[in-house]
């Protein structure tokens, strides 16, 4: 679709107090303001759908925008105006032979994004019509109207985005839930926010809010994410390929980004069964600061207490935003977010008298795990002519603490600076650069009672040691539109990982047999390419390859629970897919990926903590490694979000494999396994395989702001539990789900 910008300007007449003098004389007609370098408008990058922004311009006598707000429009395409707009210049406005200042109005229109190129408004016919007075300039009735095509979606990933973000039947309004419905994503149990990612485990899933790491994205009871539904405007997933700006994780990437300040005073509120949020936002100081607080508080102990009276569930977080305009491209921002999740019990004996009678004693409840994380980051964002820089500062805190009784128990605790850079630049009509670096520091504590709770069981200080990390890294990549229909996208990153003993860390143990280093460092270098090819109007074709490493992690993510060993090496995925995109009738939009990913040195404690017998555990095996691969097909049909009917089909057909170390097959079912050092290795199915998933949901807007949804899920069963045993002692296979 071809961009066009139409200009159309009714200017008002201005007439002096003393409009016709004695002499009879009519002062000079005015000539509207004419645009130069104006109306250009970069597509939101974490926007879709379409939109109009009204916004009316005060335009000096130099022609020069001394002032820009917004009539009427929605975020994040109102910011986008108004950022714009204070860069555009205009030919003044002229009475006679003398230039004056001019107020007029532009209506911008913004279409899903083909292509980025703006092309100029005419110049108004100087003959147009004139009405109306205003002692400071013009004052326009009508309106200019501004075409915007902006930059495409990034390849290789799903969004969800502007008003679709609220209305996903299943997800309780929480954008960050959908992930579950996407394909490539393997749920370990219903109902529950982990999550398979094209065959790697949870924890090797990165999660980002504003472009700050953060260690989970759910709270534990029912999984609400732990931001307020209402600051969130827009989600990226993907499952494999993505840019070079994201690393240090080897399976997918979920990043959430925040909706940009409002210009006028709003708020929400919110009342579950379970919990309760607010938001509220309001601008002062003339638009130039913004103040946003958001947060919610859970009442699950009450509800939990109905049917466990000895267990209590708690939750609850907060986000809070200021942003302080410097000047129109100068911004400063201080957001901070953090996160509370507990689950406490209390314990029950029972007790004999000497006559024989018996008597309960209750104890007091105590925490039997508990965890936090906090983030405060500090961001310059400043807007140059063809792109953005981005300079942040970002302090964290996380922890969790495990707990058996009041007194025994094991706390983990990772404060953590970091600083990054990062922008992009548009260097012509063809390329576009964009870059970044940043350093992480990070200290691990473990804190134990005299008595402490194992973590796991094992010596949990050779796994989680105190210690203090460094992560540095570097990327770039060059977005080149090699013709109208090609897109490619070579980019580079590469990262050094260092890992070195706290000093009160006991050493003679662990480095003597070899399980720890005083120090190590590791280097990984990860290419990525994606290219996008546009056979035609209704056809895409879409390739990403990419390489990432990550150091050890756990299973799930744990906040401030990572596995310290970083002289075992790195896990590197290799990823790769081809897909095709497909535009359908009634606006839906079908594609089909296919995918192989493979994972070296990867730590899976499903495939590597089970033994012959299948139950027991050791500390060590968190960190061994086995080798994996996942591949299949993933299907998705989808119409926009915030259409009146809409309708979302996804289906993954997969298979998840993990090397054997000595196991071989017993009988057609792989639950029973024995250690056989002396036969070759074999690949089987992991434990979280699952061959089909299936997701379907539909919405209907009712009008009156009410909606109506459902949603279908469909998976088999895990290799490892293909059959059950029945009361007769028969064995019958287990149906899908």
Known sequence: MKL???????????????ALADDGVVPPPLVAPAAKQAGTVGYPERASGEAVVVVELRISDAGFVRDAHVISGDEPFASATLTAAYGWTFTPARRGDTEVAARIRMRVEFHPPVVENVVAPP?????????????????????????????????????????????????????????EALPGVTPIVSGLPFFFVRGAPPGNTGYFLDGVRVPLLYHLALGPSVVHPGLIDSVDFYPGGYPARYGRYAGGILDGQTLSPARKVHG???????????????????????????????????????????????????????????????????????????????PRSRQL?????????????????????????????????????RLALTLGIEGSLAGENATQFSQVYDKTLGLRVEGEERLSDTWKLRYGTDVILSHYSLDESDTAVSIQSGSASSLYPDRNDVMIGAYGDAVLKASKRVEVIPGLRFDVFTSRLGANQPRSSLLSNGSLLDASAEVGVDPRLATRVSANGWLTWIT?????????????????????????GLQTSL????????????????????????????????????????????????????????????????????????????YTLSRSTRET?????????????????????????????????????????????????????????????????????????????
């Not at 958001?294 to 009276?309: C, D, E, M, N, P």
């Not at 039997?368 to 906090?374: G, S």
């Not at 061959?691 to 949901?697: A, E, G, L, P």
């Open 661 to 737: 170390h000595g196991y071989i097959k017993v009988g057609r079912s792989f639950g029973a396994l024995s250690p056989t050092a002396s036969l070759p290795t074999l690949d089987i199915p992991s434990e979280f395989d699952r061959t089909h998933v299936f997701n379907i949901m539909g919405s209907f807007d009712l009008g009156l702001n009410w909606r109506v949804g459902a949603r279908f899920m469909f998976y088999t069963g895990r290799p490892y539990t293909q059959q059950i045993t029945t009361p007769g002692g028969s064995t019958v296979p287990l149906p899908p789900f």
């Open 575 to 650: 990823q790769a897919s081809q897909g095709f995109e497909v535009k359908l009738p009634l606006d839906f939009t079908g594609t089909a990926t296919g995918f192989l990913h493979d994972y070296l040195g990867l730590t899976d404690a499903t495939a590597t903590c089970i033994n012959a017998d299948n139950q027991s555990v050791s500390s060590n095996c968190l960190d061994e490694r086995v080798r994996g691969r996942a591949f299949g097909l993933e299907l998705l049909i989808k119409r926009d979000l915030t259409k009146r009917f809409t309708g979302w089909l996804s």
């Open 123 to 179: 110049a108004p016919d100087a003959g147009a019509p004139l009405v109306g007075v205003g002692d400071s300039g013009v004052k326009s009735t009508g309106v200019e109207d501004v075409v915007v095509h902006g930059q495409r979606v990034e390849v290789g990933v799903t969004r969800i985005g502007g008003g679709e973000v609220r209305q996903i039947p299943g997800a309780f309004g929480d954008a960050f839930r959908a992930i």
């Open 353 to 389: 008298a000497q006559d024989g009678s018996a008597s309960e004693r209750v104890g007091e409840f105590f925490p039997v795990f508990k965890t936090e994380f906090h983030r405060m980051d500090l961001r310059y964002d400043h807007d140059t002519r063809g792109g953005r820089v």
């Open 268 to 346: 929400e509120a919110n009342v579950r069964i379970f919990d309760t949020g607010a938001l509220i936002e309001a601008p002062l100081l003339d638009g130039k600061l913004t103040v946003l607080a958001a947060g919610r508080y859970s009442y699950t102990a009450a509800i939990v207490q109905l049917v466990a009276k000895d267990t209590k569930v708690a939750y609850w977080d907060y986000q809070t935003r200021l942003q302080y305009k410097l000047t129109p491209h100068d911004r400063v921002t201080l957001f901070w977010f953090g996160s509370y999740d507990e689950i406490d019990q209390r």
């Open 544 to 568: 990403t390859f990419g390489v990432s490493h990550q150091p050890p992690s756990l299973f799930v993510p744990v906040p401030g629970l990572d596995i310290g060993r970083l002289n075992t």
């Open 4 to 18: 066009f910008i139409a200009l159309f300007f009714t200017a008002s007449l201005l007439l002096a107090r003393a």
